[in-house]
């Protein structure tokens, strides 16, 4: 199939106005009479709330609104409760806290100031109660509880998955090697760099308006609406431009508090986060990862049995499916006859873990891909061989019980082994030691799958997207305009998002805009939406040129009987023909997600990985990235260099995750929750080289073939820069962030054991 | 065909919000960053523009743009014209001003004392030019001509309509008593209490927002399109609720002039219009109507010659369509077999006459219904016999060529004329006189007919109505509910507008909220766009009832298998289960104003009447109204509590016009352009008995039998009231307003005689 504008990388639509600074972002947006909403949180990790008397922050002047427990009595108005898989949380800590920056109360004033002097004046007793720190601590018997009254909850766990496949037993008596190791990784945080904000107002029908950086506006929309007991369709929510994401924009964030404040106010309330609160509201899971694997000789893959404990804070959040889709997919991209896997979301005193680009993944990959790379040294066999030699293929079935398809690992792996020279080993024993690494991973997109779009045609022949999909810096605006373009066979400057940003009130249902899910679901609704609209506007040519639709062509943005190119209509004369004779909608509709679809249980897999040469400082610990290459399996690139900039920007956040992040508690306190604390890689962290490598496999039900890749590099970078280090030094680090104590800690260890 | 919802009164839907101040209208509106926009008017009627310096103007501090000719070069990017028939108009003066109040500059400023500051710094030159104060005088040869480079105006004539039928001459011939009598009217205002303004941003993707109190959301559109030289679809036009409009807020008004300064200034611009401004801006047509009826002895009509002189001002406006509609019905509601019928929509520099209620009928049928009373006294006929005799009845041949359908004049007649005793006469010979009058008139709707609309589910089974219709006070969105419900079998209060205002990117065109049109043309698309919901959700409910959709039935919100109405499926039900299958809109559309329906040429004939009871005080000269009685025929009353409410307000309009109104000129200087000056009819000059007869005679194409009603009452109270007056002191007024200055004048006259 030969396509124009797909396959195009063409200059993003949203490129030029943010460049210029002329879009806008939810910090942008002030409103008349607007109010500055701020938070009074928890101290303390774990606490009963005794008494909280805001009767003093009321009186300030310039006060117009504080919320606390007491509003929301039994039978109120509002419901207090919140959360995305069991309703936990609520809008301000009825009862107790359950780690430090829980929402204890809130003030809406004239400024800022003036509300954080409210919060001081609100009188708060708490009753401390021991401290849960520690996911493997927190099963224990005799361990503190932070839920006692939500039957999913158990000694702390609030969510188990369990993936089964053969007969684990007999996988290992039949192995001839079998490794068993602990990997760990700590929490981190996505570190957007736009904090959560949002603003919310009640309008003179009473109706909510919420204008906010989300990446989920009808998730948004659905849970504000079960805490003002209101039809969904009361609410408005717009989405401005947002400066980056990465899953922490995710449903409530600060919309809930914004929104109540201002329904208690009576008037627009912004909240907007400072770094610090950006720290203490959504996470990336830190985990403990325990993994046997048992092999042949030959490396050929036989039983595995996982327990991953990923500790997901103070409340569930969406912990429960990231450790679903994290332990579905403890075998790898391999076939693995015998495997037992067993996930756990589990309660601690810190602040809750949630969706964070990769989702459960890369946590799971350091110790599969670390695993390979050991199994591959124990015997004798090259890194790629031995994956290459296991890999799922075209048709297999991995242990879900889903059908593998568009597949591209051998060739990735090959590619990214050819980019680093992988076998070309240079042994040097000076201070600075060189080696190499590489690694897969897997990731099943099995996300709500429904979209809808509608593809609009203005009145001068140019075309109009109306998509929920949030641009977050991606590029999905320019992915689904020539989504569209190639679709209607036009030039994809023909297609604008006239509908700008998503508004729940002008652009249809999306589920969200997460789990690299856009370009496959909302493209596969856009391009139904513009093949809708190509056939009414072919139903109209035909009309006025009294010919049969079957006998009109469609190409270069004209209609045309075949054979008779030069006579025909373009979709301007089409446009405005068809407004002269009815000034009505001439628009197409396009659904992903329906029954059909969905008989496909699983949209695509993210097939990734990435190899890295590295330089370790045997002296410092340091260790430098030489060479990164990252790579994904692209389905067919709409943009590749759209693609290009998702896969380098996913691996830049897998090196900064690899080498430097860590979010610390000490006592369930955060001690570096500031960017001046906690280090993000700067371009200095990031190689010199740094090239992509895209395999297009094209998936059989993606819009043109294509698939998201979004989330592909990531989770393999840490375990590549780990057989890295392992290649250069000859140590085994199975804790993320190979910080130069570490590693030297690592090295002092091996030479002693000599 | 009985109805549940339609026929009911129910309290209009946007009442309670009205009464708590809670609507918001265009002023409510501000924003951060807003500026002030204020106009610099021409202080000449008619005048050259030498020069204009606006640097002095834009030196000042706070001022943000200066608008003259000067931004509009040749080939700049904005085009200057503008007008509703003829490009006459510019947004600022290019070349010369044709009436005081033509707008020569504009300034944005930080606030409206620092624009008005500006103003005054901007320094104009002026070559007056002579003035051209009449229409009589505008035709003559050798006036000063308004306008030399319109190929459309010929000495000051920019329109005429002829209408004929029949042999003019011939029917004199026939005629045993012919009158010859000319009728004026003044110019008046519409007297909003709201006046005109607008708030015009654009945004960060380039797209033009106006928030404005218009009646013509996509006619503006389509105007600012035309200005900004961009395609309709990047301007977005919300329109807030109104207060008042009458025809006044049709088109551009304002909305330019904030829209070209938000563009020059870069930030938001609200124009804000004061009394003064707003009586200069659009009028009421005066009139010069020439008529000539031929009657024989038994009062039937035979031969009537019409020239009608409408003064519409310094540009065009809509006076050619005003002229248009109001020479088409100048045989009244009669059959006349010899007429010939003239107007000429003539050009002087006063302000631009434009709509105004009634739409130029007022003026033709205070010398039509003049008439009629005339030849009854002279002929000795009773008022009521002559008119019924001569009615155009149903399937009669009008002299355009339509069909009467649906003129329910002699039901409507003799209810008046029951209603004040019509033929009761007292006699009463002291200072004070009664007398009684009765009038009818006639109104073609053949407006531009096409709405769309669209009826959405919402996820609790309730609905919503997506409508450009706009609410000014008449009633529209309650109409609209009740239009929803009665077609979807739910009770009105199911059916809410959750998308608020117009809103030109959520709800679909509209050609206007004017002509008494949307209750028929909104009306017809609101019922089929319900009827396709309901068809869609009866098809949902066949689908997963397993059952054929024929053998369902809805009623009372449920749809359940004939003969088994306890079980099925409420709408709610539906609702639930249709999301929670897939999250797909549940919406109707439904279009009026396709081929079909324009086969119909015109939706309807607005068909209402007066009757009046006066006391005339010989003295002074005043008029007393005792009782008044308006009404019309409603088709079908959807809602007769607001059918009553619009037929009342319509009539009080025509009271002020028939005593009190007229907007004075000295040297093309308007007088009395306040509220001070200019008196409207306040609770002092409305009678204490003013009850409304509401006449129902179905129109087959209207929504259940429905059509307009909202111009019936108003045309022919001049009428009513001049032959009241004629009835109690015997003098025949053909020159409205009737004031005591007037009258005294007339009865002098008449005693002189005698």
Redesign the interface.
Known sequence: MEFKTVGQSIWRVDGE?KVRG???YTIDL????MLHGRILRSPFPHAKLIKIDTSAAAKLPGVFAVLSREDFPQDGPLSPYLGRRMKDKTVVAMDKVRHVGDVVAAVAAVDVETADAALRLIDVEYEELPLVSDPLEAIREGAAQLFDHLPEVKNNICHHTGLKQGDIEKGFQESDIILEDTFTTPVAQQCHLEAHNALAWF???G?LNVQTGTQTP?GVRKSLAEIFQM????IRIMVPYIGGAYGAKSHLKVEHLAAVLAWKAQRPVRIQLRREEVFLTVTKHASVVKMKTGAKKDGTLVARKAELYYDTGGFAENGPNVVHKATLTASGPYRIPHIQADGYAVLTNKPSAGAFRGYGVPQVALAYESHMDMLAQRLGIDPIEIRVKNLLREGDRHPTGITMHSVGYEELLRKLGAAIRLGDKKRNRGKARRGKGIACMIKASNTEA?S?AKV?A???G?F?VFSSSVEMGQGVETVMAQIAAEELGVAWKAVS????RPDT??T??D?MTSASRSTFCMGNAVRRAAKDLREKLVQFAAEIMEISPQDLRVENGRIFAAGAEHKGYSYKELAVLHFK?????LAG?G?Y???EDAKTVLPFWLVGGCAVEVEVDTETGAVKLLKLVAGADAGKAINPRLCEGQVRGDATIGIGQALLEELKFVDGQPVNATFLHYTLPSFQDVPDEFPVVLVEQPHKNGPFGAKGLAESALPGVPAAIANAIYDAVGVRIKDIPFTPERVLSALSQKESKF
Chains 1, 2 share one sequence.
Not at 30 to 33: A, I, N, Q, R, S
Not at 497 to 500: D, E, G, L, N, T
């Open positions: 106005k002329e879009a806008l002030k409103m008349e009479g309008d003179s029908s109706r009808y039809v969904e369709e009361k429904q809808e609009q203005n009145r001068d140019t109009a998002f006239i509908a700008q009130d002008l249809p249902f589920a004779r009815r000034e009505r909608e509709n659904f997600g329906d029954e």
